[in-house]
């Protein structure tokens, strides 16, 4: 692939963002498939699942984001959006290693969201100290994590 096709590729899935962005989940899917013709990236796979997962579409966003593992395995996002998919259907069990795949993805910034799905994940198994354990370590990497700081005052709650 050339590097105007890569760059089109690009440009179309910033449009396709933005178009999620704004709720217009169809033109996005039709941006995202474009860019994936153009040129396939694990970020617009990911994305065009995240949108499948905005219009409760679960079966075709988990299928997207195993499709962006396939493209790039070192790309932590569809581990984490698969374990969260997983957590929203009851799947605790099935959720939990896609979780831990996306702690140690090589390329995956924001890591405090896979270890807050963990805790939720734990959560509802009622493996309470664990699920602390994993709201903390996300409330250590971003300490302005309202929804890891808020699991922990709950469990708090709970204790007392």
Known sequence: MSL?????????LQQAYQAQMHGDYDHAIELYTKSLDTFPTAEAH?????TYH????????IAECKRAIEVDPEFGNPYNDIGSYLIALGRHDEAIPWLEQAIVAPRYDPRHYPYFNLGRAYYAKGMLTRARECFQEA??????????????ENLRRMVN
């Open 4 to 12: 105007e096709q890569q760059q089109l590729a690009w440009k179309l």
């Open 54 to 61: 905005f219009q409760g579409k679960v079966d075709e966003a």
């Open 46 to 50: 990911t994305f065009l699942g995240w």
């Open 139 to 152: 409330l250590r990497i971003e300490p302005q994590y309202t929804l890891a700081r808020q699991a922990i």
